[in-house]
């Protein structure tokens, strides 16, 4: 059984996709795996009542389909008051963690941040095993509490991915009406979320008009995901895309990723995703937090180094080269 700490599930992006790839797995295995949406129990998603974040995990209706599953995982701690009836139920659960969103950086207010503590505390203790998908924060977590925490590397869906990994960067243009001669500079989130919108108003605001001025307007910064800052509104060197489906077509449409991002916990799924499809990568050490990726570039510096790297004639040969995957992570 899966017990899902989201109440919509798509398989398009983050927290989604993991619980899409671990069902999809499990089926594959010859298991029966049920998604429960702990929001609602199993009321009619479109109810105008919504039980409230904090107290997920509480319709009765999800017990009784606990009580007849054989294992459940959680997926985030929110609903953290559900794992004290599995406990007595005496069902093992196991605690999935992107990240731990109770630290600072993951940048909650400090309300949610309080109740959201409470219920890694709840969880982390009554679950058998918690799962991290950051090393970074499998430090932390096996600090306080033991052995029963591990780590396992975070999954993207290459299956997905393979669709669009030979396909033609002039072709998805085509198909997405993008300019074809332009140099196009891809960031991709959900940019109501804090750490998110933070780099997208550091492209807007710092990145994308100094980079505009010395190429001559050669370069196309493009903002895909929902809830762009109003401040991209009317410039003509950025384009968002609001939601789109998949980010995939997107991000082969670009020559370059870059991930500005000084906040957030967890393992930034973005920049594996520029990965997956071989592109020119340029993130903050932030944004591969908790990954295998290692700096290559010491001297890389800010946003000032990134401006100079994306108006440089490096860039364009080493996009022109077919040396596949560059990352430059600056600090």
């Excluded at 090393?135 to 600090?143: P, V, W």
């Excluded at 997905?160 to 140099?183: F, H, Q, V």
């Excluded at 509104?233 to 489906?245: F, P, Q, R």
């Excluded at 520029?274 to 990726?293: C, D, F, H, N, P």
Aim: proline share 5%; hydrophobic share 40%.
């Amino acid at each position: 059984m899966f017990y899902n700490g989201l109440y919509n599930l798509s398989k398009t992006r983050g927290l989604h996709e993991q619980v899409y790839l671990l069902s999809r797995e499990f089926r594959r295995r010859g298991y029966d795996v049920y998604i429960l949406y702990y929001r609602h129990g199993l009321i009619n998603k479109n109810q105008a009542l919504r039980i409230p974040l904090y107290f997920s995990g509480i319709h009765p209706n999800l017990y009784s389909s606990v009580s007849k599953c054989d294992y459940v995982i959680m997926e985030t701690a929110w609903p953290w008051l559900a794992t004290i009836p599995i406990h007595l139920m005496g069902k093992d659960f196991i605690l999935h963690l992107h990240s731990i969103e109770s630290l600072p950086e993951f940048g909650l207010p400090l309300h949610k941040r309080v109740m959201i503590k409470l219920a890694e505390e709840v969880a982390g203790r009554l679950a058998r095993t918690i799962v991290t998908v950051s090393l970074t924060e499998y430090s932390i977590l096996k600090t306080h509490f033991g052995n029963k925490v591990i780590y396992i590397p975070l999954a993207i869906d290459l299956e997905e991915r393979k669709k669009y990994m030979n396909a033609n960067k002039e072709d998805m243009r085509k198909l997405l009406s993008l300019p074809t001669n332009k140099l196009i500079i891809a960031f991709v989130g959900g940019m109501a979320y804090g750490a998110n919108r933070e780099a997208a108003k550091i492209i807007i605001t710092q990145i994308a008009p100094k980079v505009h001025e010395l190429t001559n307007g050669r370069v196309l910064f493009l903002l895909v995901g929902p809830d762009p800052p109003p401040e991209s509104a009317g410039l003509n060197y950025i384009k968002v895309t609001g939601y789109v489906k998949s980010i995939a077509p997107y991000i082969v449409a670009s020559d370059v990723c870059i991930a500005p991002v000084y906040h957030g916990a967890g393992v930034k799924i973005k920049v594996l995703d520029y990965m997956s499809l071989k592109k020119v990568v340029i993130a903050t050490k932030k944004a591969v937090e908790g990954t295998l990726l290692k700096e290559i570039r010491d001297e890389l510096r800010d946003r000032e180094i990134t401006i100079l790297f994306l108006t440089s004639k490096n860039l364009v040969s080493s996009i022109g080269s077919k040396r596949g995957l560059k990352s430059l992570i600056s600090s």
